[in-house]
């Protein structure tokens, strides 16, 4: 096993990046990731792999269309204002089926809001963001650990269903050092061929179109089945949660990536206060791990949902646990609570859901 | 007539391998059949078929992967560059070009325009300029003459409002990374003639290694200029080519050691 080291989280994307067979980086400067360009300026070429500096995100998302398209494994990363410029390539991307990773730094929003932490671009990666009938698997990391983990990860995943995977993720956990496992040198690993790729015929029998115009209605009905099938296959295949403490748990909180952190913290201190509080940590927030959450949402009191946002994850945690009482807290604009004020809005929610007064999915205005 | 022997008949004129045998969907007198051939035919001389990645845009040419043998991907509206860039980064030993039309290039793909030309991206651009938004219904492109009607400037272009046609090879021409640029009206043989050494400058400029390159070729649009396909030609040749005027504009790949001046 490889050392422990202290890493910032964009300093271990970039390792985890590198490791996870990543060919081509293109980028454009943005808080809170600017290391992540800064760093694979000098990582990339130093494993003879590509790195370029894009004028604008537009350019970044579509020099990975042609990287990805010839058959190479391609990233980005950025922030918030910058992923917003992506959209209409990611949704190219998912039209043409090419494997994409894309990490987003979420920062304050909206419209150029602030560069503090956030979790205000859910919707964006989970829901969509562009046009058309796509999704993105999303992978959502709660410490540096899994900001090294997830970028091979998405890689693996990308490649295997020829879509775009996001890690979705937010300026503390970009900025904030932490030890980590990650090896001196990338390992060894086993990319999958891939011979749709246009990367020339090189004798091939045939041509290689990477497109996504199908003039046809009927056509491009079938290929959006398609699109449709492989999705369904993921939602089946690909869940992924983390929980903690919810054995013996009366109420449960639901948080993924820095607010987990914050949330287990502040879980600790219930229990300290004799509420058995546990956690509910969704790890792909698409496909979203609705069975796994009402199996413990529905055997709890009830459920907070802890967000950087107005409420957006809370979404998809009604629709997991219809009918139960769901609470919600949230912070916006960089503003983050500490675990004793997050401890607080557990009791509240806690004692809400104990009195009947908590709202439920069909009492909830939509 | 004496005997023909077959080993006596020799093929003189043909589809080249990189163009497909099939029906293009252009309209009568458009000039993008010609050019899709010019540029076929430089895959072919070159030996390039095998190695070449097309990048096509959104525009009337959207369907071009139909109509290009090689490998090809369809770019956004604008991008080509962008994937081109992708592309030749990551597979540097490939021969890659966009075909883009007046508004993919110089509207909204401006910005990725420039800076895949300023970087000195070493990739061939052929680009179709006939000043007008053809596959959308005919509305004004940056290229559009001034007082030339269409849809959206029904009074013809008034440049008070509009500002003048952009000329792009004039635009492109301080770049240091550009290393070919060219302009040519695909009106007449001895014109297909020169477009065709000029084409054969563009790919040389990336095979050699030396950057950029793009030629611009000054197209008809008959049915969107309202004009006969004879009338278009006669219009560009006397109208168009006195905004635009043809010639080669930065040439750093015949080996004379330094830029030539522009030729017209």
Redesign the interface.
Known sequence: MPDLRLVKGNEAICYGAVHGGCEAFFGYPITPQNEVPEIMSWLMPKYGRAFLQAESEIASINMIYGASGAGKRAMSSSSSPGISLMMEGISYIAGAELPCVLISVQRGGPGLGNIAPSQSDYFQAVKGGGHGDYNNIVLAPWNAQEMYDHPRIAFELADKYRMPVIVLTDAVLGSMLEPARIPDEPPEIEVPGKPWAACGRGGRDHKNVINSLYLEPEVLSDHNDKLQARYATIREQEKKWDTRLVDDAEFLVAAYGISARIAFSAIKMARERGLKVGLFRPVTLWPFPSEALAEIGNRVNGTLVFELSGGQMLEDVRLALPGRPVEFFGKMGGVLPSPSELCEEIFKAAERCNAGSSSRTNQVRV | MPEVQAEQIKCVFDRPRALADRPHHYCPGCSHGIFHRLVAEMIDEFGL?????A?VPVGCS??A?NY?????????HG?AP??????????PD??VFTYQGDGDLASIGM??TI?TAARGEKVTIFFVNNGIYGMTGGQMAPTTLEGQKSTTSPAGRDIALTGPPIDMCTLLSSLPGVAYLARIPLTSPKNLNTARKYMRKAVRAQIEGLGFALVEALCACPVQWGMDPKQAIKHIDENVTKVYPPGEYVDRVSGNGKDKAKAS
């Open positions: 078929f095998d190695k070449t990645i990048i959207v369907l992967f290009f043998e090689c490998d090809v991907m369809e770019a956004s991008r962008a994937v081109a860039t992708g592309i030749k980064r990551t597979l490939r021969f910005s990725e800076h």
